[in-house]
C-alpha cells in the first residue's frame, strides 16, 4: 500500500555533524539521506503495508525495516501505518504491526509528535470504537517513539527472545539518573517478567502463535 508515498524535506534539514562512511560530503543534507536509503534498500521508506492473508485469515500487516536508517519513524512511516489502520477499521480486519526502529527521526522535528497521536487516534477508533484486534509483534530493537506510542498499544503485545526494548537508551538512563542501570534491563526477558508484554515468541513460531490467536478472538476465515 502507498508505494508511491515520498518523504518530503519540509525543514530542509542540513547538519554538519551527520557524517556517514558511505556519503561522500561531510554536509549532506536529509534529502541525500533519504535518496541514499532508497537507492541501498529499494524501499521508499521505513515500512511496508499491506492486506493480505494469514492461513485464510485476512490480515492490515505493517513491517518496520531497520536497514532504512535505523527503521526511524518519519512523516510517511506516521501515514501509511495511520491509512493501513483505517483501511483495517473500514475492512473490519485485525491489524498486525511488526516493529524494529531506533525511534523518532529527529530531522523532521514536531511532524513526528504529530505521528505518535495520529497513529494513537487511529488505533483508537479500531480498537475502542469498532472493537477490532490489534497485535504488536517488538522486535530487536524496538525503542523510542515508535515504543512510546504503538508498539505498546496493541490488545496483544508480542516480543521476540532476546530482543532490545527501550524508550530512552542505558546511557541516556544513567546520565539523567546518575546511577548504573543493572545488565539486561531492557532485555525482552527481563520486561516480560515485569509485566510489559503479554507472550514471548520466537521467529519460526509466530505464524503458528498468530492462528491460534486469531482463532481464540473467533474472526472469520474467507
Known amino acids: 500500500m502507498d508505494e508511491d508515498m515520498y518523504t518530503l524535506d519540509v525543514l530542509q534539514f542540513h547538519s554538519e555533524n551527520e557524517i556517514e562512511e558511505h556519503l561522500d560530503s561531510e554536509d549532506e543534507s536529509y534529502k541525500d539521506y533519504i535518496t541514499f536509503y532508497q537507492i541501498e534498500t529499494g524501499l521508499t521508506d521505513a515500512i511496508q503495508t499491506g492486506i493480505g492473508q494469514l492461513n485464510g485469515i485476512p490480515i492490515a500487516l505493517g513491517v518496520m525495516d531497520f536497514k532504512f536508517m535505523g527503521g526511524s519513524m518519519g512523516s510517511v512511516v506516521g501515514e501509511k501505518i495511520t491509512r493501513l489502520i483505517e483501511r483495517a477499521t473500514a475492512e473490519s480486519l485485525p491489524v498486525i504491526m511488526v516493529c524494529a526502529s531506533g525511534g523518532a527521526r529527529m530531522q523532521e522535528g514536531s511532524f513526528i509528535l ?54 530512552a537508551g542505558k546511557r541516556v538512563i544513567e546520565q539523567t539518573l546518575g546511577q548504573k542501570v543493572i545488565e539486561d534491563f531492557q532485555v525482552t526477558e527481563h520486561l516480560f517478567g515485569h509485566g510489559l508484554f503479554d507472550l514471548i515468541v520466537s521467529r519460526n513460531l509466530l505464524k503458528g502463535v498468530l492462528s491460534e490467536l486469531f482463532r481464540l478472538y473467533g474472526l472469520p476465515r474467507k
Open 114 to 167: 504529530m505521528q505518535m497521536a495520529k497513529i494513537a487516534s487511529a488505533l483508537y477508533i479500531h480498537q475502542k470504537d469498532k472493537k477490532l484486534l490489534y497485535i504488536s509483534i517488538l522486535t530487536s530493537p524496538t525503542t523510542g517513539g515508535v515504543t512510546a506510542s504503538f508498539g505498546m498499544l496493541g490488545d496483544i503485545i508480542i516480543a521476540e527472545p532476546k530482543a532490545y526494548i527501550a524508550f
